[in-house]
Structures are given as structure tokens and as C-alpha cells.
Nanobody, 115 residues
Framework: QVHLVESGGGLVQPGGSLTLSCVAS????????MAWYHQAPGKQRELVAV???????NYADSVKGRFTVSRDNAKDTVYLQMNSLKPEDTAVYYC?????????WGQGTQVIVSS
């Protein structure tokens, strides 16, 4: 059974930083592309950042230069370092694992950026 468990969300002031983590189990982590999505209230889920099994990364324009996605295959974990957070980054952040049209989702972690 596959599990993706996110952690690290919370309340942060504008300009602050958070690091999200997602630990995977039940998959061969190193061969999966891992991604972070977010979903704000009343909006569709959107891709934030992706890191392939080979380590290539891609980001949504809205987070380029502020967010960094990384992975530790030895720990079956993907991270999202979020800096210079803005109120519009407020959303539930979801971890995603994808390979060969098969994908899995975590339960999400809430990030609130507010003063």
C-alpha cells in the first residue's frame, strides 16, 4: 500500500519561510517523479514544483526564485523549501508521486501566510 505523508505546514508571516516534507512508502521512491501541488480555497489544484527521478526540476512561474524542490532518495523524502512567502501562497500543499501514468497523492498540509 502506497502512502505519501506531508508535514511542515503551518502559519507564517509574509516574507517568512517554511520547509515542507513528504515521506513516501510502498513505492520504489527513486524511480518516481515527485511533485508539489497546491490548492487554494475555491480554486483548482495547481502544480507548484516537480523533481524528476533524474533530479531535473521545474517550477510554476509564481514561485520561481522563491521555492526550491529537492529529494533525498535514501530517505524516500521530497522537500519544498519556501522562502519569501506571500499571502497568495496560502493553500493546502499536496505531495504527488508519478510514473508511467500511475500516480499517488498525499493528504495535504495547510500553509497559511498571514500577519
Amino acid at each position: 500500500q502506497v502512502h505519501l505523508v506531508e508535514s511542515g505546514g503551518g502559519l507564517v508571516q509574509p516574507g517568512g519561510s517554511l520547509t515542507l516534507s513528504c515521506v513516501a512508502s510502498g513505492i520504489i521512491f527513486g524511480i518516481y517523479s515527485m511533485a508539489w501541488y497546491h490548492q487554494a480555497p475555491g480554486k483548482q489544484r495547481e502544480l507548484v514544483a516537480v523533481i524528476t527521478s533524474g533530479g531535473s526540476t521545474n517550477y510554476a512561474d509564481s514561485v520561481k526564485g522563491r521555492f526550491t524542490v529537492s529529494r533525498d532518495n535514501a530517505k524516500d523524502t521530497v522537500y519544498l523549501q519556501m522562502n519569501s512567502l506571500k499571502p497568495e501562497d496560502t493553500a493546502v500543499y499536496y505531495c504527488n508521486a508519478e510514473r508511467a501514468a500511475r500516480e499517488y497523492w498525499g493528504q495535504g498540509t495547510q500553509v497559511i501566510v498571514s500577519s
